[in-house]
Every structure is written in structure tokens, then in C-alpha cells.
Antibody
């Protein structure tokens, strides 16, 4: 079954870091680009960027540089999103999504809720 | 990159047709045929409904159709059903080699 399975919800204090995982199954992860999308509570979708699964090269959207890091471990077919120096405004659901080659996301993870609160 | 412009809400009765617009610029919607549409139900991940302006993925009902004219793309849902209720988002590839989403449209089936 083709799917992306993400890690569970996280509760973090401001200033801490969080690492969200996204495990691919049913397909070869290096055959597709992997994207990350943020959805703040009650808000719309926001594209964060993507990682080239062949080279490991990440591309970050405006507003997601500096504290955000995309990485990949092809040996376990897993993409990662790490956010450092967490702020309250980072509280959101984070999705990984597979780009099917035509800039459309055909497979999505179930989402990981990250809550930043003291 | 500014978000694409969508109406905040649309509504329709069962059996009717509705259209959701998605307005961008010549640097995104108008410049590329990489416009996609997603449906999202509360608490769920988005689902791809249309890609490359007007193509439907396997398994998506043919009641969903997409089109584009100039800098505006549109999603039309015909024969509206209660299960169509939810949030809809458009997205487009951009000249900055990025992707941008629309602000989202809440569809209510009356």
C-alpha cells in the first residue's frame, strides 16, 4: 500500500527543537520529491519547501529558512523535518506530501501536530 | 510569494453545480499548467482532486473538473453531494521555482 506515515504529536517548550518523521512505504522514495506543508490552527495550507530525494538537496520557501531543516534517510525510506528554536507561532499540523512529478501532491502523510507552549 | 486568491466560502444545494475560482498572476497560474486542487475534510489530510489544471487522479469522481483562463483557474463540482462539503485549496507552480497555495474555500452543501 502506497502511503506516508508520520510520527506522532509533539508538545514542546519555546526554544526547544522537534524532529518530525515521514516514512514512505509501497513506493521507492527516491523516485519522487518530498514536500512539507504547514497548516496553522484554523488556517490554510502553506508550502514549506521540498527535498530532492536523489541528491538530498533541500529547497525552502520564503519564511522557512534558518530554523527549518529537511533531511532524508533513504535506507529507511524516511524524510525528516526538524524545527529548532521553536516559537508559539510554530504550533501547527505539519504534513509531508509526495510530488508525483507534475507539481501535485498525490500522497500525503496523516499530519503531525506540533504544539509549542510553556 | 503571495497566496493565490480564492473566495472564502461558497455554497450550493444537492444536485447543483458550483465553481470555485483561484486567481493568481502571470508568474504562477497564468504562466504554467501546474495548477492543482485539493479537498480537505476536518481533521484529515488534503486529497488531490485535480492536477495539471484539468486532470483527475484515478478514483476521483468525474463530477469534479478543472479549467483555466488567463490568471484564473477554476474548480467545478457538478451534481453536488453532501460528502463534497469541506475545504478546497488550489495550488500553482511559480516562476520562482516554488509552489503556492490559495487561501482556501469552505464549501457548504445546503
Amino acid at each position: 500500500q502506497v502511503q506516508l506515515v508520520q510520527s506522532g504529536s509533539e508538545l514542546k517548550k519555546p526554544g526547544a527543537s522537534v524532529k518530525v518523521s515521514c516514512k514512505a512505504s509501497g513506493f521507492t522514495v527516491t523516485a519522487y520529491a518530498m514536500n512539507w506543508v504547514r497548516q496553522a490552527p484554523g488556517q490554510g495550507l502553506e508550502w514549506m519547501g521540498w527535498i530532492n530525494t536523489n541528491t538530498g538537496n533541500p529547497t525552502y520557501a520564503q519564511g522557512f529558512t534558518g530554523r527549518f531543516d529537511f533531511s532524508l534517510d533513504t535506507s529507511v525510506s524516511t524524510a525528516y523535518l526538524q524545527i529548532s528554536s521553536l516559537k508559539a507561532e510554530d504550533s501547527a499540523v505539519y504534513y509531508c506530501a509526495r510530488d508525483d512529478g507534475v507539481k501535485a501532491f498525490d500522497i500525503w502523510g496523516q499530519g503531525t501536530m506540533v504544539t509549542v507552549s510553556s | 510569494q503571495s497566496a493565490l486568491t480564492q473566495p472564502a466560502s461558497v455554497s450550493g444545494s444537492p444536485g447543483q453545480s458550483i465553481t470555485i475560482s483561484c486567481t493568481g498572476t502571470s508568474s504562477d497560474v497564468g504562466g504554467y499548467n501546474y495548477v492543482s486542487w485539493y479537498q480537505q475534510h476536518p481533521g484529515k489530510a488534503p486529497k488531490l482532486m485535480i492536477y495539471e489544471v484539468s486532470n483527475r487522479p484515478s478514483g476521483v469522481s468525474n463530477r469534479f473538473s478543472g479549467s483555466k483562463s488567463g490568471n484564473t483557474a477554476s474548480l467545478t463540482i457538478s451534481g453536488l453531494q453532501a460528502e463534497d462539503e469541506g475545504d478546497y485549496y488550489c495550488s500553482s507552480y511559480t516562476s520562482s521555482i516554488t509552489l503556492v497555495f490559495g487561501g482556501g474555500t469552505k464549501l457548504t452543501v445546503l
